[in-house]
Structures are given as structure tokens and as C-alpha cells.
């Protein structure tokens, strides 16, 4: 699938092979046209142990960043694969995929699997799913003993959460190192504002993790200390939420649901808590943290995590707490 949008490759989560272009490429597609692409590399990324504790898919893409930097995906295609691949559901696998464009690969995707399978019968595709199961070994499977142009490996038993950033999203910190690197390079450690949403971060699983714990904040008579800003990823999600209580809870712990856009992740936030120039810090669930993206202040210091961390940070306003 061709789109319009760099995040098109999120459908990598569904199993799906789909590129984002510019304009002149997409005239071409639409005008049935044959869409050219230098034959891209092969990176293959291994995954094996299993997910446990604050650690989840957001880091997976967090440490191929940290390892591959902004430029090591250009003119590649990602491929995500091995046994640890079960461990991951099927909008975590889209995070993993959509995030690849910030480490410039061409796109990422996964194998189909049962994950895919649980999540469009659950969302009204039973009928898809079985056609995809039809094609799972013989086209949306690796092939046993595959040559990839680099091989990564991943056990995601130790992949600690991670923090990447400020200024870049392929600076990255475990969570147990944060607040000493931030001490060492002069980062401010009050955060003035956490955010969570946008494409990468913002479905209904990602909104009622995030809620869990704003509930379990509540519990124990805490809130969010900072503002805490909330986009859901479409209007299906902002309505889901509303009714399930979700957006409640997360109100209730301090947070202001946004309208279902990109939002502050595209600049779209008209900020008034500090002024240009001022040196401070945000933390959110985006995917790029560059200098200025997210308030047009090249002095902000933007970090990017998975939106529990987000969400478990603002509770103490401070980038040297570790709440795993």
C-alpha cells in the first residue's frame, strides 16, 4: 500500500507492506502509473523472550533507534521476526512500525500471526483474517534462513523502558540511567508538560494502560503534578474512550483531552506556560523530538518514551523518577 502520510507504514502492524511517498509518487500511483523503488535492503530484526514489567513494544523501536540512529534504516526495509514477535500485540506491532520512519527505512512490518488475527475479529474483520491465513506461510512469513543486509538481535526479556532525546529520538536512556544523564548533560529535570497520543501511541490499548494507572494514581491520592495532555488517535478511539470511562480517569487525574489530530506532535499547540528561549523539558509518547517540532521553541527539551512511562512520569513532574 502506497499513502501519503511518513507514519503509512504503521499497517506493518496488520502484516502489511505500505510506504509513504510525497505528492509527485502518489499522482503516479493514482494515475495507475507503475511506482519505481530502488531495491531496498533487508534489515532484519530478531526477537526473542517475552515482554514483562514497564517494558513494552514503544521500547522495541526506542532500542533499534538507539542502535541503527536516525539515518542506519535509510534505503531499507525492516523485518521483524522471530519468536518474541508473539509476545507483542497488534497495535503495539503498528508503534514498532510506524516509529520506523524516524530511523528513515523505507518501511517496517511484521509476520502475520495469531495477534493480527485476534485483532480483526475483534474489530468486525473476521473474514480478512482467514483470507490472510490462507497466504501466512507461503507470503506473510519469513522464509526459514533468510539473508538480511543486517541482522539485529533482541531478547526482550532484559530490554529495560526506555527515554530517548532531548533534540533527537535516537538518543536513548533505560529508565535506570535517565535522571543521571540528564544530571551530567545539564538537561532540566522538572518537566513542565507530559503528553501523550498521536499516530505512534494512541489506541485504545495504549489509552487504557495509560488509564490503569492514572487509576491506580487516584488510589493512593495522587495526580498528575504537571499538564498532562491526551490526543486520541481517531474519533472511533476519542468516542471509545468517552464511553468506557477512560477519558474520565484520565480527566480525573489531571489530564485535558484533545481533539483526535496530530496535534502538539506536528507543532499544533499554542503553548503559553513558558516563552520562547526558556530551557525546559516535555516528555511525550510522539515519535520525533527534533528542536522546535512540538512548540516552535528551539529550547524545549523534548523526550520521547512509550505513554505508560509518560504517564508514570507526571506523576512526579521529574525526570529522575524511576517508577519501575
Same mark, same amino acid.
Given at each position: 500500500?502506497i499513502?501519503t +502520510?511518513?507514519? *503509512?507504514?504503521? @499497517? !506493518?502492524g496488520l502484516?502489511?507492506?505500505c510506504?509513504?511517498?510525497? /505528492?509527485? $509518487?502518489?499522482?503516479?500511483?493514482m494515475?495507475?502509473?507503475p511506482w519505481?523503488l530502488k531495491c531496498?535492503?533487508i534489515?532484519?530484526v530478531?526477537?526473542?523472550?517475552?515482554?514483562?514489567?514497564?517494558?513494552?513494544?514503544?521500547?522495541?523501536?526506542?532500542?533499534?533507534? +538507539?542502535?541503527? *540512529?536516525v539515518? @542506519? !534504516?535509510?534505503g531499507a526495509v525492516?523485518?521483524?521476526?522471530?519468536? /518474541?514477535? $508473539?509476545?507483542?500485540?497488534c497495535t503495539?506491532?503498528?508503534?514498532?512500525?510506524?516509529?520506523g520512519?524516524?530511523?528513515?527505512?523505507?518501511?517496517s512490518l511484521?509476520p502475520?500471526?495469531?495477534r493480527?488475527?485476534d485483532?480483526l475479529?475483534?474489530t468486525?474483520r473476521p473474514d480478512?483474517?482467514?483470507?490472510?491465513?490462507k497466504?501466512?506461510?507461503s507470503?506473510l512469513t519469513?522464509?526459514k /534462513?533468510?539473508?538480511?543486509?543486517?541482522l539485529?538481535e533482541?531478547d526482550?526479556?532484559?530490554?529495560e523502558?526506555?527515554?530517548?532525546?532531548?533534540?533527537?529520538?535516537?538518543?536513548?536512556?533505560?529508565?535506570s540511567?535517565?535522571?543521571d544523564?540528564?544530571?551530567?548533560?545539564?538537561?532540566?529535570?522538572?518537566?513542565k508538560?507530559?503528553?501523550?497520543?498521536s499516530?505512534?501511541?494512541?489506541?485504545?490499548?495504549?489509552?487504557?494502560r495509560c488509564?490503569?494507572?492514572?487509576?491506580?494514581?487516584?488510589?493512593?491520592?495522587r495526580?498528575?503534578?504537571?499538564p498532562?495532555?491526551?490526543?486520541?488517535?481517531?474519533e472511533?478511539?476519542?468516542?471509545?474512550?468517552e464511553r468506557?470511562?477512560?477519558?474520565?480517569?484520565?480527566?480525573d487525574?489531571?489530564?485535558?483531552?484533545l481533539?483526535n489530530?496530530?496535534?502538539?506532535?506536528?507543532?499544533?499547540?499554542?503553548r503559553?506556560d513558558v516563552?520562547?528561549?526558556?530551557?525546559?523539558?516535555?516528555?511525550?509518547?510522539?515519535?520525533?523530538?527534533?528542536t522546535?517540532?512540538?512548540d516552535?521553541n528551539?529550547a524545549?527539551?523534548?523526550?520521547?518514551?512509550s505513554?505508560?512511562?509518560?504517564?508514570?512520569l507526571?506523576?512526579e513532574g521529574?525526570l529522575?523518577?524511576?517508577p519501575?
Amino acid at each position: 500500500m502506497i499513502g501519503t +502520510d511518513s507514519h *503509512t507504514p504503521n @499497517g !506493518g502492524g496488520l502484516g502489511g507492506l505500505c510506504i509513504g511517498v510525497g /505528492g509527485a $509518487d502518489a499522482v503516479d500511483v493514482m494515475a495507475d502509473i507503475p511506482w519505481e523503488l530502488k531495491c531496498p535492503k533487508i534489515i532484519g530484526v530478531h526477537l526473542s523472550g517475552k515482554m514483562s514489567g514497564w517494558t513494552t513494544p514503544k521500547d522495541v523501536i526506542l532500542k533499534v533507534a +538507539d542502535i541503527l *540512529t536516525v539515518k @542506519g !534504516g535509510t534505503g531499507a526495509v525492516i523485518e521483524y521476526h522471530g519468536p /518474541g514477535v $508473539d509476545n507483542i500485540s497488534c497495535t503495539g506491532m503498528a508503534t514498532i512500525c510506524n516509529m520506523g520512519a524516524e530511523i528513515g527505512a523505507t518501511t517496517s512490518l511484521f509476520p502475520f500471526n495469531r495477534r493480527m488475527a485476534d485483532y480483526l475479529k475483534a474489530t468486525s474483520r473476521p473474514d480478512i483474517a482467514e483470507e490472510a491465513a490462507k497466504y501466512s506461510k507461503s507470503l506473510l512469513t519469513p522464509d526459514k /534462513g533468510s539473508n538480511y543486509d543486517q541482522l539485529i538481535e533482541l531478547d526482550l526479556n532484559t530490554l529495560e523502558p526506555h527515554v530517548n532525546g532531548p533534540f533527537t529520538p535516537d538518543l536513548a536512556h533505560p529508565i535506570s540511567k535517565l535522571g543521571d544523564n540528564a544530571t551530567k548533560n545539564n538537561w532540566p529535570l522538572e518537566i513542565k508538560v507530559c503528553l501523550i497520543g498521536s499516530c505512534t501511541n494512541s489506541s485504545y490499548e495504549d489509552m487504557s494502560r495509560c488509564a490503569s494507572i492514572a487509576k491506580e494514581a487516584l488510589a493512593h491520592g495522587r495526580k498528575s503534578k504537571i499538564p498532562f495532555n491526551v490526543t486520541p488517535g481517531s474519533e472511533q478511539i476519542r468516542a471509545t474512550i468517552e464511553r468506557d470511562g477512560i477519558a474520565q480517569i484520565l480527566r480525573d487525574f489531571g489530564g485535558t483531552v484533545l481533539a483526535n489530530a496530530c496535534g502538539p506532535c506536528i507543532g499544533q499547540w499554542d503553548r503559553k506556560d513558558v516563552k520562547k528561549g526558556e530551557k525546559n523539558t516535555i516528555v511525550s509518547s510522539y515519535n520525533r523530538n527534533f528542536t522546535g517540532r512540538n512548540d516552535a521553541n528551539p529550547a524545549t527539551h523534548a523526550f520521547v518514551t512509550s505513554p505508560e512511562l509518560t504517564t508514570a512520569l507526571a506523576i512526579e513532574g521529574c525526570l529522575n523518577f524511576d517508577p519501575t
